[in-house]
C-alpha cells in the first residue's frame, strides 16, 4: 500500500491542479484518469466525502479531492452507523478477483453432498497455521463448504516450498499430495505448467501479508487459521446479511 501511495504522490508532484471552478463529477473523473494515466485506474466516482471521489487504481482505494490537492489515506468509516464503508468496496473488490475463475485455477476440496459455500484461501505448505487449517478440511466440507488453495510460497518462486506447491499441482491427485505434504510427506518431484505466478500475483492484489489468508465469498478477509465452527458460523452470517440486502431493494 506505501509503495503505491508513493506512486500516487510521484504523479501529483508532477500535475498541474485543477481549476477551481465546479466540475461535473464526468470532468473529474476525466482529469483524475489524465493525471494517473501511467496507472491502472479501474473507477473513478463521487466518495461518501463531499468534494472528495474514490479512486480505484490496481485494485487499491485511494480518495482524492476534485482537484487533486488532497489524499485522504486511510479507510472511511459512518461513524453514526459504526459501519467501515472503504471496507465494503473493498470486499467487493475481493470478491470479484474471483469471478469467473474456473476449475483449474485453484485446488479445490470439494463437499460429496454438494457445495453451499465458498471460502478461497492462500495457502503454503510450510506454515504451521496452514496446515493446521488443513485438518480442518474435512469437518468444512461436511458442512457444505468448498474450499478453494490458492498456492502462495512465502518464501517466494525459487523456494523449496514453491517447489513442493508444484509438485503438488503436478499431482496425479492433488488433493491427495496437498494432505500428504501438508502432514509431512513428500510426493513424487515434478515440473508442470502451473498458476503459482498468477497465484502471488493475485494474493499481493489481495494486500495478503501472511499466509492463510482467508476470503469469503462476499469478499470479506480473516487473516490467520480459524476453527471449521467459526469458520462456518461467519460464512452463515453472511449469507443471512446478504438474504436480508436482496429482501431491502
Same mark, same amino acid.
Given at each position: 500500500?506505501?509503495?503505491?501511495?508513493?506512486?500516487?504522490?510521484?504523479?501529483?508532484?508532477?500535475?498541474?491542479?485543477?481549476?477551481?471552478?465546479?466540475?461535473?463529477?464526468?470532468?473529474?473523473?476525466?482529469?483524475?484518469?489524465?493525471?494517473?494515466?501511467?496507472?491502472?485506474?479501474?473507477?473513478?466516482?463521487?466518495?461518501?466525502?463531499?468534494?472528495?471521489?474514490?479512486?480505484?487504481?490496481?485494485?487499491?482505494?485511494?480518495?482524492?479531492?476534485?482537484?487533486?490537492?488532497?489524499?485522504?489515506?486511510?479507510?472511511?468509516?459512518?461513524?453514526?452507523?459504526?459501519?467501515?464503508?472503504?471496507?465494503?468496496?473493498?470486499?467487493?473488490?475481493?470478491?470479484?478477483?474471483?469471478?469467473?475463475?474456473?476449475?483449474?485455477?485453484?485446488?479445490?476440496?470439494?463437499?460429496?453432498? +454438494?457445495?453451499?459455500?465458498? &471460502? %478461497?484461501?492462500?495457502?503454503?505448505? $510450510?506454515?504451521?497455521?496452514?496446515?493446521? #487449517?488443513?485438518?480442518? =478440511?474435512?469437518?468444512?466440507?461436511?458442512?457444505?463448504?468448498?474450499?478453494?488453495?490458492?498456492?502462495?510460497?512465502?518464501?517466494?518462486?525459487?523456494?523449496?516450498?514453491?517447489?513442493?506447491?508444484?509438485?503438488?499441482?503436478?499431482?496425479?491427485?492433488?488433493?491427495?499430495?496437498?494432505?500428504?505434504?501438508?502432514?509431512?510427506?513428500?510426493?513424487?518431484?515434478?515440473?508442470?505448467?502451473?498458476?503459482?505466478?498468477?497465484?502471488?500475483?493475485?494474493?499481493?492484489?489481495?494486500?495478503?501479508?501472511?499466509?492463510?489468508?482467508?476470503?469469503? +465469498?462476499?469478499?470479506?478477509? &480473516? %487473516?490467520?487459521?480459524?476453527?471449521? $465452527?467459526?469458520?462456518?458460523?461467519?460464512? #452463515?452470517?453472511?449469507? =443471512?446479511?446478504?438474504?436480508?440486502?436482496?429482501?431491502?431493494?
Amino acid at each position: 500500500m506505501k509503495q503505491f501511495l508513493a506512486a500516487l504522490l510521484g504523479l501529483m508532484m508532477i500535475s498541474s491542479a485543477m481549476a477551481e471552478a465546479k466540475k461535473t463529477d464526468a470532468e473529474v473523473e476525466s482529469y483524475i484518469r489524465a493525471q494517473l494515466g501511467a496507472l491502472p485506474v479501474q473507477s473513478v466516482k463521487p466518495a461518501p466525502i463531499p468534494g472528495m471521489y474514490e479512486v480505484i487504481v490496481g485494485g487499491q482505494i485511494a480518495y482524492f479531492s476534485a482537484d487533486m490537492k488532497y489524499l485522504i489515506e486511510g479507510d472511511i468509516v459512518d461513524y453514526q452507523k459504526r459501519v467501515n464503508l472503504t471496507d465494503q468496496v473493498r470486499n467487493k473488490l475481493s470478491a470479484a478477483a474471483f469471478d469467473g475463475m474456473q476449475e483449474n485455477d485453484y485446488l479445490a476440496f470439494t463437499p460429496k453432498s +454438494g457445495t453451499k459455500h465458498v &471460502i %478461497n484461501v492462500f495457502t503454503d505448505v $510450510d506454515c504451521g497455521f496452514c496446515r493446521k #487449517l488443513h485438518q480442518e =478440511v474435512p469437518a468444512l466440507n461436511e458442512k457444505g463448504v468448498e474450499v478453494r488453495y490458492f498456492l502462495y510460497p512465502r518464501a517466494g518462486l525459487a523456494s523449496n516450498s514453491a517447489k513442493k506447491l508444484e509438485n503438488i499441482w503436478c499431482a496425479k491427485n492433488r488433493q491427495d499430495a496437498m494432505t500428504r505434504v501438508k502432514s509431512g510427506q513428500s510426493v513424487d518431484s515434478k515440473t508442470c505448467e502451473n498458476p503459482i505466478k498468477d497465484h502471488i500475483a493475485l494474493g499481493q492484489q489481495m494486500g495478503l501479508t501472511g499466509t492463510p489468508l482467508i476470503i469469503t +465469498g462476499n469478499g470479506s478477509r &480473516i %487473516n490467520g487459521y480459524r476453527p471449521a $465452527d467459526q469458520l462456518y458460523a461467519q460464512l #452463515l452470517s453472511e449469507a =443471512v446479511d446478504e438474504t436480508t440486502k436482496e429482501a431491502e431493494k
